[in-house]
C-alpha cells in the first residue's frame, strides 16, 4: 500500500465522528508547531506564525502568515460530516430485542448499512463541578447490526429495496430490557461516570477498515471517503508546500450534508470571521485582500460507474485515477466559473495534476457542496474541485488509490502560488 493511502486509511479510521476528525486534525496540526488560537481572546499574529483555530468542536481552520510580503489568502475548503445515523436513545422490543432508535443525518444509501459491524462515536456531555464538559466518544469494538429480512419473508427484497428508517433500519443493540446500556457504554468509553452523563451526540460508524484493493492496488475503499480523502489532500498539500505571495488557509467544516447552515457549516460566520480577524491583526482590510483571493472547495465528485455508465453525462466523464475533478453546474450547485476552473487547471498543470472535468447528466439534477454556500459570506473567486469516486454516500465508498496523491500535488501548488488580479480583471498567477 502507497504511504499516502495508508495514512489517509489511519485518518479515517481515527475520525469515526466529525469530532474525532478535528481532533486528529488539531493534533497533527499542533505537532507542526501550528499555534491554537480561541475565539474568545484577542489575536496577536506575527510574520512566519502558524495558527488554528477551532469551533464547536467539528470546525477548524488553520492558516501561516507569510514571512515576506503577500497578498489575499490562498483557502481549501472540505467538510468533515458524512451521511450516518444519529442515535437518539433506546427501543425496547419486540420481543427481547434492545434496539437503538435513530433517524437519518444527510442522504444515505441505507441497503450499505445492513448487515455488517457498526458501533457509536460522538461525544457526550458530562457534569462537572461548577458546569459540563465534552468528551469524545468511540465504542472501540464491533457493537452493532442492522439486521435484513430474510429472503424467504421477503421475496421482493433484491426487485424492490425500499427502507422505511423508523422501522427497517433500528440497530440491534442486544437481548434484554436493560434500556441503559447505552448511556453505560457511552460513559464508560468516555472515562467518565454513568451518572454524570447529560446528553449524548451519537452517530453510528461502520467498523470494517478501509484498505487498498484492485488487481494492481488501483483502488481505495473505505468509510468516509467522501469528504475525508479531501480533507487528508488538502491538509497535506497545505503542509507541504513552500511559502508564496498570498496567506494559505486550510478550512474544514461540518454539517454539509445537511444543507451547512449551523455554527461549524459553511453557511455560518467562522470562515468570514477568521478572515476578518487575520486581517484586523495584520493592519489589512478584508475586502481590498478579496480581489487577490481564491477558494478551492474540495469535496468529491462522481466516477463514471463500471456497471451503470449511462449516468454519467456524455462528455464530463470522471475516471477513477484520473486526476483532480472540476465540478461545473450551470444552476450553480457548484461555484466554478471559467476563470476559476482555468486557474485550477493552470495549477494542477503546472504541478504535472492530470485535470478532469465534472457536470450532472442534464436531466439528472446533482448534490451540491459547500462552495456556493460559502460565498453567500465571503464572496471570491471559487473552484468546485474534488476526487473521482464511486458509491458516494454508501457506508463504503471507492476511489482511485493515485487520486489522494493528485489532490496533495495539486494541494500544494495551490497553497505555494502567487495569485494577483490584474487591471484588466485578468489573472497573474506565479
Ligand atoms: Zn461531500
Redesign the pocket.
Known sequence: MSQTNEKLLTLIRRSPSPFHAVEQLRQRLLAEGYRELREREPWQLAPGGRYLVTRGGTALMAFRVPAGDWRGFLLTAS?CDSPTFRVKGTAAGPENYLRLSVEPYGGMIMSSWLDRPLTLAGRGIFRRRGGVESRLIYVDRDLLVIPSVAIHMNREANKHASFDPKADLLPLLGLGEDRDALARLAAESAGAKREDLLALELSLCPREPGFVGGAAGELVVSPRL??LQCVYGCLEGFLQTREGGNLPVYCVLDH??VGSATRQGADGTLLREVLERICAALGRRLPEETADSMLLSA??AHAVHPNHPEYADSGHRPRLNGGVVIKHNANRRYATDALAAALAEEICRRSGVPVQNYSNRPDLPG?S?LGSIANTHFSVLTADV?LAQLA?HAACETAGAEDTDHLIRAAAAFYGATLRQGEDGGYDLA
Open positions: 467538510h467522501d469528504d454539509e450534508e469535496d468529491n448534490g457542496t474534488g458516494m
